[in-house]
């Protein structure tokens, strides 16, 4: 019995991984050992890297509440206990929108919880 090889089956997993490598430079978009090294790294770069988003939005709206609530003379942290305090249930992404977008708005949700 002749030995089976699997062609259609491997054939199919390398062209979806030089499919998926095809941007990349060099032997990286045409050779499968590097373009499946590639392919990996890059997808356990990005699963890291939305991790790491989510964190870093997080730190951009609470810079901005930070920046927006001084120029109402409060502390980011006083705001974000007195908001907690008057159960006031916006979250900082949306509270950062409404401090760039409409800051009258925000000037007022700042002096009802002063």
């Known amino acids: 019995m002749p030995r089976a090889k699997g062609g259609p089956k491997t054939r199919r997993r390398r062209k979806g991984i030089l499919k998926q490598a095809s941007s990349y430079r060099g ?3 045409r050779l499968i050992r590097t373009a499946t090294e590639a392919v990996r ?13 989510k964190r870093d939005f997080r730190s951009l709206w609470i810079t901005r509440l930070g920046i927006a609530a001084r120029e109402h003379g409060i502390s980011y942290s006083q705001l974000m206990g007195r908001f907690a305090k008057a159960k006031i ?3 900082r992404k949306m509270l950062s929108e409404l401090a760039i977008h409409n800051p009258k708005g925000f000037g007022e949700l700042v002096q009802s919880v002063k």
């Open 41 to 53: 790294r890059a997808m356990r770069t990005a699963t890291r890297h939305r991790k790491l988003r």
């Open 89 to 91: 249930g916006l979250n």
């Open 27 to 29: 032997g990286r978009s």
